[in-house]
């Protein structure tokens, strides 16, 4: 990274099928026109990069209240999935299996494969020490490409002049 | 919009830099703006990038997106960010002699 290069940083707090892209596409993005990109991945984040738990990301229909009928293809306007439906066994599984295939249509890479072509591009993936010593983890725990387990300090060290984006 | 020389040869650009005539574009050209971008020496393997977002414009209408070369050029993202270093998004696009890509991944 050279001094007077532009830097963002992103801190992944989720761990939501949703909230996993954010980061992702913008990190992605800058790198695309030659911005470093860091990003530091605490608490639910983790998940992201967790090998055991990068493929099994969901999105929860209950208490979303953007989540509409129609993006199951039903054209019911401004109806939402009832909360009441949404605790049903499998509505889960059910609503992530409908992102999921949103997101190949429009050909956006599953998580897993974003995150190394980030890596590939040259982003820097950390995990926030408190968070994994907390749900118990160990770098052996992660995807290739993370780099270290670092604390909130020295992610501010390392994040010196760069745009944080928290998601 | 403003017209610069690219060797020896008048083309518009847009407010960017990127040719607004797709058709101006000669391997000669190409050469002379990937050095104003900071890559020397066109290799076999940059040509095999811009060939293929040539190709890919002349069919669908627009320049691929950095996954959309990946994943149909053979060329991997390792060797593509190190082919076009800082910003292969805009540095291809713009030595192939067409606009931004217009995707997001």
Redesign the interface.
Known sequence: MTED?RHIAFICSKGNLDMAYPAL?MG??A?????DVTIFFTFWGLDLINDKRVDHLEIAPVANTSMKMTMMGIDTGNLGIPNLMGVLPGMTAFATKLMKDKMDKI???PVREYL??LV???AKLYACKMSVDMMELSMDDFVEGVQDIVTAGDFMDMTEGAQVIFI | METLVFAGQSVEVNEEGFLVNPGDWSKEIAVDIARQEGIEELTDAHWKVIEFCRQQATETGSAPTLRQITTGSGITTKELFALFPKGPAKKVAKVSGLGKPEGCV
């Open positions: 290069n596409v992605w993005a790198l695309g026109n030659g911005i050909e956006v890479p190394q072509m590939d591009g040259g």
